[in-house]
């Protein structure tokens, strides 16, 4: 009986990125003016959302996220009470929380719905982990869950087993970070090699057979890790009979899948001549659910601790500010060159990097920098 008195003090919080309220202009002005922290896209931008959101029919992350929170929670029963909220739309992670400490919840484990860990992404939902209350776990990363793996490996074959003998090739896509992410040690694209890996050797992929490319960067004045997928395709000289796109840094269909692989990839390679395919995402299929489970259940028992986010997270699109302070060590930094230039160029008073570099400098030098 105590047993369950202490198990119901526990929560389980499901987290994903958010979607428009409403596909409108204003929805959808709403929904990117929060996730660019209160700052409104021109208007050009939000008119090329909404008709984004409009050409794909409007988008069902929320619908499927609802349903994949559903399963869990039947899934685990009275083990844990199990909570969701988006980072950029309602329900907001701040109320949630606060609606966990209502519900006398002690302890929560936090499970974000994108399974590779990034100092853009997942560091995103952490800064809203604050209560004085609720003492937090975070899940950093559940990509190498076998049943996550076996169920892209399973969709890719049943493909591979249409095709036939045709010529083809797999690519993997992962949504884009800024190059600064190489130099200061993000796991996260190291993740995506390493997950693109284990399902070409599940399916005994030669090299030549698969690649990796990244899609859905933001035009936010600094180069992104290359080769995007578009360019990729534009630059192939030879291309196969079939290409098969595999964007395995999501788990549900939406925007960036939808439109940028469906509408955007799809229409190139119609241009080139190659058929196009895309296994469908994991959304609620039993095999997600049963690796959303297992990493509940891995981590379920394990260490809770309060958690302060201004100590242990920084704002990944926090506006540039100086970093004097940073350039006058540059001789125990590592710059990126174009950084390096940019000083040369215009002198050191004048250069300014953006908040995120100063808290990756921070975070790899063990230096606090005012």
Same mark, same amino acid.
């Given at each position: 009986?105590?047993?369950?008195?202490?198990?119901?003090?526990?929560?389980?919080?499901?987290?994903?990125?958010?979607?428009?309220?409403?596909?409108?202009?204003?929805?959808?002005?709403?929904?990117?003016?929060?996730?660019?922290?209160?700052?409104?896209?021109?208007?050009?931008?939000?008119?090329?959302?909404?008709?984004?959101?409009?050409?794909?029919?409007?988008?069902?992350?929320?619908?499927?996220?609802?349903?994949?929170?559903? @399963?869990? %929670?039947?899934? /685990? $029963?009275?083990?844990?009470?199990? !909570?969701?909220?988006?980072?950029? =739309?309602?329900?907001? &992670?701040?109320?949630?929380?606060?609606?966990?400490?209502?519900?006398?919840?002690?302890?929560?484990?936090?499970?974000?719905?994108?399974?590779?860990?990034?100092?853009?992404?997942?560091?995103?939902?952490?800064?809203?982990?604050?209560?004085?209350?609720?003492?937090?776990?975070?899940?950093?990363?559940?990509?190498?869950?076998?049943?996550?793996?076996?169920?892209?490996?399973?969709?890719?074959?049943?493909?591979?087993?249409?095709?036939?003998?045709?010529?083809?090739?797999?690519?993997?896509?992962?949504?884009?970070?800024?190059?600064?992410?190489?130099?200061?040690?993000?796991?996260?694209?190291?993740?995506?090699?390493?997950?693109?890996? @284990?399902? %070409?050797?599940? /399916? $005994?992929?030669?090299?030549?057979? !698969?690649?990796?490319?990244?899609? =859905?960067?933001?035009? &936010?004045?600094?180069?992104?890790?290359?080769?995007?997928?578009?360019?990729?395709?534009?630059?192939?000289?030879?291309?196969?009979?079939?290409?098969?796109?595999?964007?395995?840094?999501?788990?549900?269909?939406?925007?960036?899948?939808?439109?940028?692989?469906?509408?955007?990839?799809?229409?190139?390679?119609?241009?080139?001549?190659?058929?196009?395919?895309?296994?469908?995402?994991?959304?609620?299929?039993?095999?997600?659910?049963?690796?959303?489970?297992?990493?509940?259940?891995?981590?379920?028992?394990?260490?809770?601790?309060?958690?302060?986010?201004?100590?242990?997270?920084?704002?990944?699109?926090?506006?540039?500010?100086?970093?004097?302070?940073?350039?006058?060590?540059?001789?125990?930094?590592?710059?990126?060159?174009?950084?390096?230039?940019?000083?040369?160029?215009?002198?050191?008073?004048?250069?300014?990097?953006?908040?995120?570099?100063?808290?990756?400098?921070?975070?790899?030098?063990?230096?606090?920098?005012?």
């Amino acid at each position: 009986m105590e047993q369950g008195v202490i198990m119901s003090k526990r929560a389980v919080l499901m987290m994903t990125f958010g979607s428009p309220e409403e596909i409108t202009y204003e929805g959808v002005a709403e929904f990117f003016t929060n996730i660019r922290r209160g700052v409104r896209p021109e208007p050009h931008e939000i008119q090329t959302l909404y008709d984004n959101y409009v050409r794909i029919g409007g988008t069902p992350l929320q619908r499927i996220t609802r349903k994949e929170v559903d @399963l869990v %929670a039947s899934a /685990l $029963g009275e083990h844990a009470s199990v !909570y969701f909220a988006n980072k950029f =739309s309602r329900p907001f &992670i701040t109320d949630v929380i606060k609606e966990m400490e209502n519900d006398g919840i002690e302890e929560c484990l936090c499970l974000i719905l994108e399974p590779h860990y990034s100092y853009y992404s997942v560091m995103g939902y952490e800064k809203f982990l604050e209560s004085d209350q609720i003492k937090f776990q975070i899940i950093k990363d559940w990509y190498r869950e076998p049943s996550l793996l076996h169920y892209w490996a399973d969709e890719i074959r049943k493909i591979l087993d249409q095709i036939g003998d045709d010529s083809y090739k797999v690519i993997f896509s992962a949504h884009s970070v800024p190059v600064l992410a190489l130099d200061f040690g993000d796991p996260y694209i190291d993740q995506i090699y390493d997950n693109s890996r @284990l399902i %070409a050797e599940n /399916l $005994g992929l030669r090299e030549e057979q !698969y690649t990796n490319t990244w899609q =859905s960067e933001s035009d &936010i004045g600094i180069p992104w890790i290359k080769p995007d997928v578009l360019e990729y395709l534009r630059d192939e000289s030879d291309h196969p009979d079939h290409y098969i796109f595999v964007p395995i840094a999501f788990i549900s269909e939406h925007i960036e899948v939808l439109f940028d692989n469906d509408v955007e990839c799809k229409e190139l390679c119609q241009e080139l001549g190659v058929a196009y395919h895309r296994p469908p995402m994991p959304n609620s299929d039993p095999r997600l659910i049963k690796a959303l489970l297992s990493t509940i259940q891995s981590h379920i028992d394990g260490d809770y601790s309060d958690y302060q986010p201004q100590l242990e997270t920084f704002d990944e699109l926090e506006a540039p500010s100086s970093t004097s302070q940073i350039l006058e060590e540059e001789n125990d930094i590592q710059m990126p060159d174009f950084v390096k230039k940019l000083i040369a160029k215009k002198g050191r008073e004048n250069v300014k990097m953006p908040y995120l570099v100063k808290k990756m400098l921070e975070k790899k030098y063990g230096k606090k920098y005012d």
